[in-house]
């Protein structure tokens, strides 16, 4: 009996997905050539973008005018940037995917966190850095030359250059040898 029901629900599901990768070929073709032109025209908002840039899908970048990309760099998937307080990635960076990288913030006061503006602060990356994925880079922080940012760190002062900095907040490890 177990034979006849496996060979019955067989029949019925069988042309289902058939169906289905019917319905969803032109869907997916679509997804496709929608998020290349988004991130092409993402890369056209930029203040500056250098040649070999990947920009990964489901990037969000806040207020592009204000954020500059170098040669070479790669930001991956679901990373978010806010660039209002301004953003400069230079040449050979690689930021991994579900980062965060912040440049607004709010006063202290908590009065004040209502009716201010917000504050803004510059983030700078320097070149040939690694961000290790779901890192978090806060305001006015600059990350020197060559160095490494670990997977989950959350970076709160400026980092040296070759070095490798991990944890929350983020800590110095060690130093890069190169």
């Known amino acids: 009996m177990s034979t006849y029901f496996r060979y019955s629900h067989e029949i019925i599901v069988r042309p289902l997905y058939h169906i289905a990768d019917f319905l969803y070929k032109p869907w997916d073709f679509f997804n496709v050539v929608y998020n290349r032109l ?7 908002s930029l203040k500056f973008c250098g040649g070999n840039v990947y920009i990964g899908p489901q ?7 204000n954020v500059e990309l170098g040669n070479n760099t790669c930001v ?12 400069r990635i230079e040449d050979g960076t690689m930021i ?23 504050i803004t602060k510059p983030v700078v990356i320097g070149r040939n850095c690694w961000i290790g994925t779901g890192a978090i880079i806060l305001p006015g922080i600059t990350i020197a ?19 490798i900095v991990v944890g929350s907040p983020a800590k110095f490890l060690k130093e890069v040898n190169l």
């Open 145 to 163: 030359d060559n160095a490494i940012v670990g997977a989950g760190a959350v970076v709160t002062k400026d980092v040296l250059p070759k070095t």
């Open 38 to 44: 988004k991130r092409k025209r993402l890369k056209k």
């Open 76 to 87: 991956c998937e679901f990373t978010h940037i806010s660039g209002l307080g301004g953003v």
């Open 96 to 118: 991994s995917s579900h980062c965060s990288i912040a440049t607004i913030t709010h006063p202290k006061n908590s009065y004040s966190r209502i009716t201010d503006p917000v």
């Open 59 to 65: 990037v969000i970048i806040d207020e592009p005018f």
